[in-house]
């Protein structure tokens, strides 16, 4: 890695792997992983539990602001802590799921996270749907993940207990309400990891920031 800060994102849409992926190559490279999509799913828990209308973005904001909102970008997993409490637990949940597109959908919420998000120092990993085209466009390396609808369902329901049937429909809705912010950066590198193992894709990621670095 180079000695100065450098930023590599991994975007694509839900359960495409790319949190995994991310992990283990922040790991790899020795540096921190920061996982986007926590801090929407954090905005979505406050909204759900305080019983905020998730269509009133000012009233998510003002919500938000009464807290103490913190990313920690432990090496064993990203923690999140809402007034010193940790939430970690509470945030992939089908009610947070059901509703996080909503509640990410407003830019007003989508600045909230991201001026978060570029506070963060050093060298990281980091994951969402937008953090190569919009957040950190001068990202050192950009990389975009996609799979087929039926088998990012298939690799969510060995996480959650819950049917292929539903849990496909609950991907399709997620994906219709995500479109408008998961699109690819023009100069990221698109993997198809339907047909790949977790360990393949890892290995295709780091080959190619290799190669890259290697040319420079
Ligand atoms: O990556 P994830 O599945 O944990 O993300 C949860 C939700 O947050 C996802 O449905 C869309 C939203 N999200 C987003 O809009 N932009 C990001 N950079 C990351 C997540």
């Known amino acids: 890695m180079n000695p100065v800060p450098s930023i590599i994102t991994l975007d694509g849409p839900a359960a495409s792997g790319k949190s995994s ?23 979505t828990l406050v909204t759900l539990q305080r019983d905020v209308d998730a269509n009133d973005v000012a009233a998510i904001l003002a919500e938000l602001d009464l807290h103490d909102v913190r990313l920690h970008a432990d090496p064993n997993g990203n923690r999140l802590t809402l007034d010193d409490k940790d939430v970690t637990d509470e945030l992939h949940t089908d009610a947070v799921d059901g509703a996080v597109s909503i509640v990410a959908a407003h830019p007003e919420l989508r600045a909230w996270v991201n001026a978060r998000l570029r506070e963060i120092e050093g060298s990281f990993v980091i994951d969402g749907r937008d953090m190569g085209r919009d957040v950190f466009p001068n990202a050192a390396h950009k990389f975009f993940l996609t799979a087929r609808p039926e088998v990012r369902a298939a690799r969510r329901v060995g996480e959650r207990s819950a049917d292929l049937a539903a849990v496909t429909e609950a991907i399709r809705q997620r994906d219709e309400g995500d479109q408008r912010q998961s699109r690819p950066a023009d100069d990221a590198t698109l993997i198809d990891t339907s047909d790949l193992t977790l360990q393949q894709v890892i290995d295709r990621v780091l080959d190619t920031i290799h190669a890259t670095e290697g040319a420079t």
């Not at 922040?26 to 992983?33: C, I, Q, S």
């Open 21 to 43: 992926v991310a992990q283990r190559v922040a790991d790899t490279l020795g540096v921190a992983f920061v996982s986007s999509g926590l801090l929407y799913r954090l905005a």
